[in-house]
């Protein structure tokens, strides 16, 4: 059995916290100069923020996701019984 993961952020930036309209600077991801800017001020393109949030969590989630059927340790690699490896 497999699962997938998937993540999607939408941001609201209607506010006018997010929008410089007097200056355009680069965005802190290096994705071109933007009159965007984050919940902090600093520049940025909303989609890289949504990208960025989006792979976050997405890492927490993979961290989170765990089969029951195996511990902890064994999540990444499933071991071969010794019989089978012969």
């Known amino acids: 059995m497999t699962a997938a993961l998937i993540v999607r952020v939408r941001l609201d930036w209607t506010g006018p916290g997010h ?7 680069p965005c802190r991801f290096g994705d071109g100069s933007t009159k965007m800017r984050d919940g902090s001020g600093r520049p940025c ?3 890289c ?3 960025e949030i989006a ?8 961290k989170l996701i765990a ?7 064994q999540q990444c690699y499933r071991r071969v019984p010794k019989e089978a490896a012969r």
Do not use: I, K
Not at 19 to 25: C, W
Not at 55 to 62: D, F, K, S
């Open 45 to 47: 393109h909303q989609q």
């Open 67 to 73: 089969d029951e059927r195996f511990g902890v340790a």
């Open 55 to 62: 792979r976050e969590l997405y890492g927490r989630g993979q």
């Open 49 to 51: 923020a949504e990208d």
């Open 19 to 25: 929008y410089d309209p007097d200056h355009s600077r």
